[in-house]
């Protein structure tokens, strides 16, 4: 950590001065609706493990699914149920088509999270209850100066569009909303990142990303651009998540933060005084 703010860990110092296009991952960057996904995915796919009857214990299991869902995180829904495909292969089973491991997934999640899109669609909830902490604070920020931004993750777009529409952060971005498709080799924040510098609206260097999962941070360096790693312990996101903190120190993010509270001492970092 630094005496700039004990929430700012500062992995390079690097500038984001000279950014003019901002991408942000949605879930657990912005988004908590679905908070608690991890714990609806990783059981799901040790019981389809363990029908196979290979022998290995529960916890054998869930740790190796754990470990591939976590490497997987940030990457769209269908990698993890690929790789969940391959698991059932090496143990001597016929795997289902990734798709409908997705769907399955989507069915039970929606169990988990219906009640909380109820009550941001009636108003029982505001949606700072579901949003990380500071959110529209940073969004305001960006827009002020001048940033266009784009929100891109591997939730399935459909889901990901409504949600966004119910948190009220859609038109901060004007850059627009992206999220998985079935026909995944077709979309990834890779690719979006890859489009937006061949229609030459800006360097790779220009990009500045937030993101709570490697992967969209691994992007965003890939380019030369500054990466914001924001490490949330969902749901609350009041301290650094360590797992994902060494995931995205790994791959070169900038900075580390668990929340957006610290914005008056992150943008001076970021941006200069």
Not at 8 to 26: C, K, M, Q, W
Not at 85 to 97: F, H, I, M, N, S
Not at 204 to 229: C, H, M, T
Not at 250 to 261: E, F, M, Q, S, T
């Amino acid at each position: 950590m630094n005496s700039t703010h004990p929430d700012i860990e500062i992995l390079t110092g690097n500038s984001a001065a000279h950014t003019r296009v901002a991408l942000f991952d949605f879930d657990g960057t912005l988004s908590l609706i679905r908070a608690g996904w991890f714990h609806v995915m990783v059981p799901m796919m040790v019981e389809i493990l363990a029908e196979l009857k290979t022998g290995e214990t529960e916890e054998q299991l869930t740790a190796v699914v754990s470990e591939f869902v976590y490497t997987l995180t940030g990457k769209q829904t269908v990698y993890q149920m690929i790789e969940l495909a391959r698991q059932v292969e090496l143990r001597g089973g016929t795997p289902k088509d990734p798709l409908v491991y997705k769907h399955r997934y989507l069915d039970l999640l929606h169990e988990r999270i219906k009640d909380r899109l109820r009550a941001l669609e009636t108003g029982e909830a505001s949606p700072e209850k579901y949003l990380v902490p500071g959110s529209i604070a940073l969004l305001d920020a960006l827009k002020e100066r001048g940033m266009k931004l784009y929100l891109a993750s591997g939730t399935d777009e459909p889901y990901m569009k409504r949600e966004a529409e119910l948190l009220g952060v859609t038109p901060y971005f004007d850059g627009g909303v992206f999220g998985a498709l079935d026909d995944y080799k077709s979309f990834s924040k890779k690719i979006l990142i890859e489009r937006i510098i061949a229609g030459a609206e800006c360097d790779g260097r220009e990009f500045l990303g937030f993101g709570d999962g490697y992967v969209e941070i691994e992007n965003v360096k890939s380019v030369g651009g500054i990466a914001v790693g924001v490490a949330t312990d969902e749901p609350d996101c009041l301290k650094i998540d360590e797992w994902k903190r060494n995931r995205m120190a790994g791959v070169g993010a900038d900075y580390v933060i668990p929340n957006y509270l610290c914005l008056d001492a992150l943008k001076p970092l970021l941006f200069g005084n």
